[in-house]
């Protein structure tokens, strides 16, 4: 069955500084993936998506991720973070007919 | 830019009580779906919905739980019997093809 692991439940940065989310998944064949961010009391938003190609790939907001089939990993990454971006952060892979979600990941951003 | 509605935004109910949680989908995509998310814990699937008819079904969507899409735009999610257990964020979810979904903003249903 298809599994994702954010093994990070929380994560603090100062405005400015880099940011990378961990991710990993289980699933046999190619997977699709995505990342999703949820502003507190909001719905679920599409940051990027990955489903073949290019294994670094662009998103909303400076955000990118890079699929690394070896390490089944799905790191989502942004050089400089905003103030704006404290949320919650998912990802997810998709299985039959469904999205498996991670537990998530909570950015918390310091002035 | 469109987008997945989904109202109410807040719900509360009764335990015991039914309650239809509504959602309109991007007006040309095919797929449908629910979620929830239980405060403090993961969004987990719990239906989807393909040319009419439920595709494919989690085991937290059991005999309490029915999805409709009654006309053409609607798709509705309903609890015959609230537990207090339901109480969750339920998230609808649409796409043009099964390989992504848009999400609504959710409605959060309290049951007291």
């Known amino acids: 069955a298809q599994s994702v692991t954010q093994p990070d439940i929380h994560i603090t940065v100062s405005e400015g500084a880099s940011l990378e989310l961990r991710c990993n998944y289980s699933y046999g064949a190619t997977p699709y993936l995505f990342w999703y961010v949820q502003s507190p009391g909001q719905g679920l938003q599409l940051l990027l998506k990955?489903?073949?190609?290019?294994?670094l790939v662009q998103g909303i907001k400076g955000f990118e991720a890079e699929f690394k089939r070896s390490q089944s990993s799905f790191n989502l990454r942004k050089p400089s973070v905003h103030w704006s971006d404290a949320a919650e952060y998912f990802c997810?892979?998709?299985?039959?007919?469904?999205?498996?979600f991670g537990q998530g990941t909570r950015l918390t951003i310091n002035p | 830019e469109p987008e997945v509605t989904q109202t109410p935004s807040h719900q509360v109910t009764q335990m015991g009580q039914e309650v239809i949680l509504r959602c309109v989908p991007i007006?040309?995509?095919?797929?449908f779906y629910w979620y929830r998310q239980i405060l403090g814990q993961k969004v987990e699937f719990l239906v989807s919905?393909?040319?009419?008819?439920?595709?494919?079904k989690s085991e937290i969507f059991d005999d309490q739980f029915s999805v409709e899409r009654p006309d053409g735009s609607n798709f509705t999610l309903k609890i015959r019997s609230t537990k207090l257990e339901d109480s969750a964020m339920y998230f609808c979810?649409?796409?043009?093809?099964?390989?992504?979904?848009?999400f609504g903003q959710g409605t959060r249903l309290t049951v007291v």
């Open positions: 997810a892979v998709r299985g039959a007919q469904k999205l498996v």
């Open positions: 919905f393909y040319n009419n008819e439920i595709s494919e």
């Open positions: 007006s040309n995509h095919l797929y």
């Open positions: 979810a649409s796409s043009i093809v099964d390989t992504e979904a848009f």
């Open positions: 990955y489903f073949s190609g290019d294994t």
